[in-house]
T-cell receptor, first 111, second 116 residues
Framework: DAKTTQPTSMDCAEGRAANLPCNHS???????VYWYRQIHSQGPQYIIH?????ETNEMASLIITEDRKSSTLILPHATLRDTAVYYC????????????WGLGTSLAVNP | GAVVSQHPSRVICKSGTSVKIECRSL??????MFWYRQFPKKSLMLMAT?????????EQGVEKDKFLINHASLTLSTLTVTSAHPEDSSFYIC????????????FGPGTRLLVL
């Protein structure tokens, strides 16, 4: 699986958009980009995933660059409950279903 | 989204005893489940991949005789930590692979194990 690079930590004001970047410059054409988050002392929570096109669901939007070497997770209106560690993972869409976890970005949403 | 439960949520045991952790997929059938371990301020480490009806596949460095995994049904996988020692104290998390589109992993809430 391709390696991802994320900033260690970020801050965001409550009510503002949180934009979390991820670099995956070695991603191959059949690898998806997945985003999970982990609130302290809980299991990870699936947020969103994509291949080439931008995606949006009730939680967030995922913007993938045209060359697919980077992506941005957008939380449109961050709340205090969005404080968590956010993980960007690329995964081959084949039989190897492993998720290789990096250290993620620790997002602090401040009042 | 799909729901995965774990039991117990917290367990404290004496050194040398065995502890069993259950992972259940509540609203879907999971042919594949994963077991992870997470130490404080560290990322998740995959321990093993469990396929229903077959032996688990362990990651390098994970002792299969110490961490026994059973996946006897499409909704239940168990992890037994045998002869637990204080260094086994950790946060154990399972995930289940949904057979729906995109094969997204859904995670349980985790089990905090403390070995005294």
């Amino acid at each position: 699986d391709a390696k991802t690079t994320q900033p260690t930590s970020m801050d965001c004001a409550e009510g503002r958009a949180a934009n979390l970047p991820c670099n995956h410059s070695t991603i191959s054409g059949n690898e998806y980009v997945y985003w999970y988050r982990q609130i302290h002392s809980q299991g990870p929570q699936y947020i969103i995933h994509g291949l080439k096109n931008n995606e949006t669901n009730e939680m967030a939007s995922l913007i993938i660059t045209e060359d697919r070497k980077s992506s941005t997770l957008i939380l449109p209106h961050a709340t205090l409950r969005d404080t968590a560690v956010y993980y960007c993972i690329v995964r081959y869409a084949g039989n190897n279903r492993k998720l290789i976890w990096g250290l993620g970005t620790s997002l602090a949403v401040n009042p | 989204g799909a729901v995965v439960s774990q039991h117990p949520s917290r367990v404290i045991c004496k050194s040398g005893t065995s502890v069993k952790i259950e992972c259940r997929s509540l609203d879907f059938q999971a042919t594949t489940m994963f077991w992870y371990r997470q130490f404080p301020k560290k990322s998740l480490m995959l321990m093993a991949t469990s396929n229903e009806g077959s032996k688990a596949t362990y990651e390098q460095g994970v002792e299969k005789d110490k961490f026994l995994i059973n996946h006897a049904s499409l909704t239940l996988s168990t992890l037994t930590v045998t002869s637990a020692h204080p260094e086994d104290s950790s946060f154990y998390i399972c995930s289940a692979l949904s057979g729906r589109a995109w094969e997204t992993q859904y995670f349980g809430p985790g089990t905090r194990l403390l070995v005294l």
